[in-house]
């Protein structure tokens, strides 16, 4: 797995303390909105105490390997802690147990860290489940109608006859990269010149200017080159290679967002990534058949070649996490 140190990936694959505590004494959630608990969860802990003492721990995660990794090391660190050394607990505990997190993922240990502490809080507040929103893991789009950069590039005149639907998805694309620190095109995952042919096609009567880029913006999270050599064989089968080789680009850049991909991609909702990606990259949209979340899904095919271990079921259907690899 690309960008994994041995440590991490170590921890990453390794599911001794993953699944479920029968009539557990505390359970801890971080990454659930309104009305999510029970149906949604980025972490979940579980702990069987003896007195104040944490004899079992049990977790369930959808995350990226990272925050695998940072639950398998809470987990295997935290048996035979008393609650109050859990409560007092900070991510870098985590972090020096994995030998140093990149500083992009420092969040995963953290969600590990929010969720084990809120676990042993429960057990002594007893309550069955203490749950942490965490602002982080966003459940809603970042862009809508009344952007001005959207509002502004849709309202321009389209010679090109391109299709609507192609530019609200560029349009949203530019308008939430345009919201970020980094260049457009950087956080498009674009050279500068393939950005400014993509501009030219959907919009070439607009005039509009992307915001200067500042040479202290922050680092860019690393990308996953497997994911881009995954997409490129899905690129040469595509109607349109030009716009379907942008798409590609765009999705591995903005895969390393936390949180989901069709948020990160500046999307509306959900049903309008499968929808552009069955436009321009079709053969994709036939692959994921069972309609896995497509985060979920690009980095399972990564794991699969790379004979990792993501899942805790061999198969979907009997799997406790399936309402959080598919859509409802």
Not at 50 to 59: L, S
Not at 204 to 216: D, F, V
Not at 238 to 247: G, I, K
Not at 271 to 296: E, F, V, Y
Request: aromatic letters at 8%.
């Amino acid at each position: 797995m690309y960008g994994y140190s041995e440590t991490i990936l170590k921890y990453a694959i390794d599911d001794s303390h993953a699944g479920v505590l029968e009539q557990p004494d505390g359970i801890g959630e971080v990454g659930l909105g309104a009305g999510e608990a029970g149906r949604k969860l980025a972490v979940r802990f579980m702990l069987k105490c003896a007195g104040e003492r944490v004899d079992t721990i049990r977790y369930q995660v959808f995350g990226c390997g990272y925050t695998m990794a940072a639950c398998a090391a809470a987990a295997e660190l935290g048996e035979g802690l008393s609650l109050a050394e859990l409560e007092s607990w900070s991510a870098r505990v985590i972090d020096q147990q994995l030998g140093g997190m990149p500083r992009e993922r420092d969040y995963c240990a953290d969600l590990a860290v929010k969720a084990l502490r809120a676990a042993a809080s429960s057990v002594h507040a007893r309550r069955r489940v203490a749950i942490v929103h965490d602002p982080t893991e966003e459940h809603g789009p970042k862009i809508n109608v009344n952007n001005p950069t959207y509002r502004t590039l849709m309202a321009s005149a389209n010679p090109n006859g391109c299709a609507v639907e192609d530019r609200h998805l560029f349009a949203c694309l530019l308008a939430v990269a345009d919201s970020e620190a980094a260049a457009i095109h950087a956080a498009l995952g674009l050279p500068a010149q393939e950005f400014d042919f993509l501009v030219r096609r959907f919009f070439p009567a607009c005039g509009w200017q992307a915001k200067s880029w500042s040479a202290g913006a922050p680092r860019l999270p690393e990308i996953n080159p497997e994911i881009r050599e995954l997409l490129q064989e899905h690129v040469t089968m595509s109607p349109d290679p030009e716009v379907a080789a942008w798409l590609a680009d765009i999705l591995v850049a903005r895969a390393v967002h936390p949180g989901h991909l069709w948020i990160a991609m500046g999307l509306f909702e959900r049903p309008q990534l499968s929808a552009a990606i069955g436009r321009h990259l079709p053969s994709l949209l036939a692959a994921n058949d069972k309609g896995m979340r497509w985060k979920r899904y690009l980095f399972k095919q990564v794991c699969d070649l790379n004979g990792g271990v993501m899942c805790k079921s061999p198969v979907c259907g009997d799997c406790s996490d399936y309402s959080l690899c598919f859509d409802e």
